[in-house]
């Protein structure tokens, strides 16, 4: 039996995902871009210093990772570094978007998969939104409405968690989460300029000069954001794998992993991270080739060659192409499959021992759920490292802002060379992003994203071996083939966005 699950509802862009289940396994799937964008093509010809700009509109979601992964690739390829208060602007920037996104990542795209909703017809006491809440559900139900764009139903035919009062708690905190997403943003936004798409990054440094009271609004907006990862969003996460352990081996990508590492701890872009970068394959992690990354287009509906390097990359569209499914190119390393995003990253620096709040997080976790670190690689491993991601990028911004030197400069006067080109490698909060500019003239002459959902995403390579999200899907047992609640909630554990995977 055939059955399309998309277009996928909570999660960013247009996913559809095809999967073939005999006896109730699914057998094959295939995920579906569903659309062409062609960013690259855009910045050809263009100055340099638009790609920043122009980059951050691949996304809404993710917008400060590209302009950081623009801006590490034109320092490289402008022979710069920025001032130390241009590397910390640009952290406290990107690292408040992390935190943002992991909360929205949760609550609005994740929990209700596990949180029943209907819960809350139960609800008996006086806080205005639940009760808001309540009715509203009460009548969708009663109306047996089906309404596609509701946040909250209809909902997939499955088990969910049995406990009113963390049914009940978790929608609270669903409510909650959208304030402190927007005072996670507003923390962005003094440094960064208005979210989504900030004009304050730019290769070099940022363009507000930190004085002291912007660094206490900073502090006092993150704090609040760190409140909330403690005191609701671990416990809920806790609560769903408390109910759920099943799910801690449901959902296994079956190829390597990779991370660029996020956050440098000194100058320039190539300096330690907070969270180190490098590729696990067969058990060992090696530092990152960019070199040795390549994308297929077999199954993609480009006409263009297959397995060009990142500096070849080439994009010419081919709507009716033969056997292509998708508009989402392959990516592989030294042609394997490897998973990015928050598992990637959790992994990829707890095996180097690089970060010791990881190694504790891991390990104190680990132990409460009675897994080992393998089973990371799982639809509640991709959530508990969000939040493990979340709980050590909100510390580190804090420590972050007692290095800032106030009123000291933040950013570079620049020149932009005639020729030059340069990587630029960050992690985005879904994964490895890879930016790449070259130039000619002063002007871009080709320019490249490789991007995390396209890693994840990726249809079949040449050799016909799926993406990590595919290989995930592939051998899940369900219960009901034809609403199939278990790819769902896989599919949600990677937090795809069709948006940047198609770029
Ligand atoms: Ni559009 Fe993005 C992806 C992230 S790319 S959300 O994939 O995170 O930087």
């Not at 590490?72 to 992390?98: S, V």
């Not at 017809?121 to 559900?137: F, K």
């Not at 021992?353 to 639809?379: E, M, W, Y």
């Not at 993406?467 to 051998?475: K, P, T």
């Amino acid at each position: 039996m055939q059955i399309e699950l998309g277009p996928l509802s909570r999660i960013e862009g247009h996913l559809n995902v095809k999967t073939t289940v005999i006896d109730n396994v699914v057998k094959d799937a295939q995920c579906v871009g569903e659309m062409f964008r062609g960013f690259e093509v855009i910045l050809r010809g263009r100055d340099p210093l638009d790609a920043q700009q122009i980059t951050q509109r691949i996304c809404g979601v993710c917008p400060y990772a590209h302009a950081i992964a623009s801006s590490y690739a034109q320092e490289k390829a402008y022979g710069i570094t920025p001032p130390t208060n241009g590397r910390i602007l640009h952290n406290l920037i990107q690292g408040a978007n992390h935190l943002y996104d992991y909360i929205l990542q949760f609550y609005q795209l994740s929990a209700l998969d596990f949180i029943d909703i209907t819960a809350i017809v139960n609800y008996h006491g006086t806080d205005r939104d639940l009760v808001q809440v309540r009715d509203w559900v009460k009548a969708e139900l009663a109306a047996k409405n089906t309404f596609p764009g509701a946040p909250f139903l209809p909902r997939l035919k499955g088990q969910y968690l049995h406990n009113d009062e963390i049914n009940i708690g978790a929608l609270k905190h669903y409510i909650e989460a959208m304030e402190i997403q927007q005072k996670a943003n507003r923390a962005a936004a003094i440094f960064g300029g208005k979210f989504p798409h900030a004009t304050g990054i730019f290769p070099g440094g940022c363009a507000q000069k930190p004085t002291i009271d912007l660094i206490s609004t900073y502090q006092a907006l993150i704090e609040e954001v760190r409140d909330f990862i403690h005191q609701k969003y671990i416990p809920d996460l806790l609560a769903v794998a408390h109910a759920f352990p099943d799910y801690w081996h449901i959902g296994q990508s079956r190829g390597g992993f990779m991370s660029f590492g996020v956050l440098p701890l000194g100058p320039g872009a190539d300096s330690r991270r907070l969270f180190a970068a490098g590729v696990l394959l067969d058990g060992k992690v090696r530092p990152v080739d960019f070199g040795l990354i390549t994308e297929d287009v077999k199954y993609a509906r480009y006409s263009s060659p297959s397995g060009l390097r990142v500096t070849e990359g080439q994009l010419t569209p081919a709507p009716e192409k033969n056997e292509a499914y998708t508009w989402v190119k392959a990516p592989r390393y030294n042609g394997q499959m490897v998973e990015v995003g928050p598992a990637a990253r959790v992994l990829v620096d707890y095996k180097q021992g690089n970060n010791p709040q990881v190694t504790k997080l891991v390990d104190r976790f680990a132990a409460k759920a009675r897994i080992t670190a393998k089973q990371l690689n799982s639809v509640l491993g991709r959530h508990l490292c969000r939040a493990i991601s979340a709980v050590i990028i909100a510390d580190f911004l804090l420590e972050e802002t007692e290095r800032i030197e106030p009123g000291g400069p933040s950013a570079l006067d620049l020149e932009i060379p005639a020729t030059g080109e340069g990587f630029g490698a960050t992690e985005a909060s879904r994964g490895a992003l890879l930016h790449y500019i070259r130039l000619q003239n002063h002007k871009i002459e080709k320019y490249e994203c490789v991007v995390p959902t396209t890693w994840n995403c990726s249809p079949r390579d040449d050799r016909g071996n799926p993406g990590a999200m595919e290989s995930a899907l592939i051998g899940t047992k369900v219960a009901n083939p034809a609403v199939q609640i278990e790819s769902v909630r896989i599919v949600h554990s990677f937090d795809p966005c069709l948006a940047c995977a198609v770029h």
